[in-house]
């Protein structure tokens, strides 16, 4: 079920300001002991605009992967993908991932869908959320969900 989406910020989470992305707003995963800002929710509205417009990851975004917040080998994967127009410069759109995950399923499934429903209906509204399921590794997702809402109103 998508009743996580209560829980989404409405308002007061933190709104990037960078002009030409799609990243409305988000929010931080807070609680005692963590040092590290990792994204808990995270709410975009990819628009044909977007599309192709992203930008790559950079070696500090790297490095943050992985050295402070997920495994040595893990990729600095993108929530809103760089095929999407969202940025690989900024941790706020970064989340630590197996490199096969974020080269595979990723990529061609999950952002697939989000080219596809901007292509055939204009904009594709999407929320994450993250879920941190593993004390060892508090900053690296165990598993997240997301909801898709089409220009038209119906959901994925």
Known sequence: GAEWLNN??????????????PVV?????????????????????????????????????RQWVQTQVGRPNDDAGHIIGRN??????VNWNIFPQ??????????QNIESVFNDTVTRHGVARIWFR?????AQEPYRPTRFNYFLIHNNGSAT
């Open 130 to 134: 993250f879920v941190y399921g593993n």
């Open 25 to 61: 707003e988000l929010q931080y995963r807070v609680g005692p002991g963590l040092t590290q800002n990792v994204v808990e929710y995270l709410y975009a509205e990819i628009q044909a605009v977007h599309l192709r417009q992203g930008t790559a990851t950079n070696n500090q975004v």
């Open 8 to 21: 989404m910020p409405v308002g007061d989470g933190w709104f990037p300001n960078q002009p030409q992305q």
């Open 84 to 89: 999407q127009g969202g940025l690989g410069t």
């Open 98 to 107: 197996s490199g096969n995950f974020n080269r595979g399923a990723y990529a």
